[in-house]
């Protein structure tokens, strides 16, 4: 037998070996997803690596006198929000192609559909990257979205197993919010911030987020409550569906806490600044 079949044989019984270890840890706490899609979600948290490592090198052949004005910081932030905005695109893309899908919504708690699991165990590699990177720079990001990430990332694994896939349609929806959220950092960093495009970037945000996050977001969160208090929960394990209502309650909550701050920045971007201008150019009084 050569090294090559030898090496692909090893390779065969590790994975067999993980397969069996890993099913055998999730399957009894109702997470078969995890058992089912490890190698998905690993190869994705790879792809999300690595995306980020291409970013400087992709970002200085582009655009290179702008990358050469930031800093080392900003440098990082500006990788992150290039990897989260692709991220969003994804995520917001497959979640708006499967709104209206029947498999889903003709059962909100027990509706599945097994493309649409594959597709969210493609999107777990993300939450798992972010959830590292809001532990590596806490000092930056904070308690919130600490939580927010750990949250997002046990959330997958509930819905990749077979339950409450619906809800993955409220809660991953307002990721369209964050493709304009990240193109604004972008621009920031770009030193575009008084721009234009800037402005119109912002205002399309400003919708995106009140009415997909503080709007349908809540809306939903609010009759899943109800739901778990009613106890129509069907065939879904209890304690997920009381975690997914506590989720979309402490996700609103956050959204709310994020929208004074967003609200608070939107009035610098579209009047501060002008009345800052218009005081400018008034004559001085004598």
């Known amino acids: 037998m050569s090294l090559a079949a030898t090496a692909v044989e090893g ?7 993980l397969d069996s270890a890993i099913k055998d840890v999730f399957d009894p706490m109702h997470l078969s997803g995890v058992g089912a899609y490890w190698k998905v979600m690993l190869v994705s948290l790879l792809v ?26 900003d440098k990082r932030s500006w990788s992150i929000c290039v990897v989260s905005m692709l991220h969003s695109v994804y995520d917001s893309a497959f979640i708006i192609a499967f709104f209206n899908d029947s498999s889903l919504n003709i059962d ?25 990177i809001c532990l590596s720079d806490y000092s930056n990001y904070g308690l919130m979205y600490l939580i927010h990430g750990g949250l997002g990332v046990f959330g997958l694994f509930v819905l990749t197993s077979r339950q409450l896939q619906f809800y993955a349609i409220p809660y991953l929806l307002p990721e369209l919010s964050s493709v304009f959220l990240n193109i604004r950092h972008l621009l920031k960093y770009a030193g575009k911030a008084n721009s234009l495009t800037y402005k119109v ?4 945000f400003l919708v995106a987020f009140t009415s ?21 929960t069907g065939n879904v394990f209890y304690p997920f569906a009381v975690y997914f209502a506590i989720l979309g309650i ?31 150019q008034a004559p001085k009084e004598e």
């Not at 999300?48 to 910081?73: C, E, K, Q, W």
Request: aromatic fraction near 16%; glycine fraction near 8%.
């Open 11 to 17: 390779l065969s019984a590790l994975s067999s070996g």
């Open 48 to 73: 999300h690596i690595a995306v980020f490592r291409a970013v400087p090198i992709v970002t200085n052949l582009l655009v290179p006198r702008v990358y050469g004005r930031m800093s080392d910081t």
């Open 108 to 132: 909100k708690m027990g509706g599945y559909n097994e493309q649409f699991e594959y597709l969210l165990a493609t999107a777990m590699g993300y939450y798992i990257w972010d959830l590292s």
């Open 201 to 204: 970037n912002f205002a399309l």
């Open 212 to 232: 997909i996050r503080v709007g349908f977001e809540a809306y939903h969160s609010f009759y899943l409550a109800l739901d778990v208090y009613r106890g129509n």
């Open 250 to 280: 402490t996700l609103t909550t956050l959204n709310l806490i994020w929208l004074r701050q967003i609200l608070n920045a939107a009035y610098y971007t579209f009047f501060a600044g002008s009345k800052k201008k218009r005081g400018s």
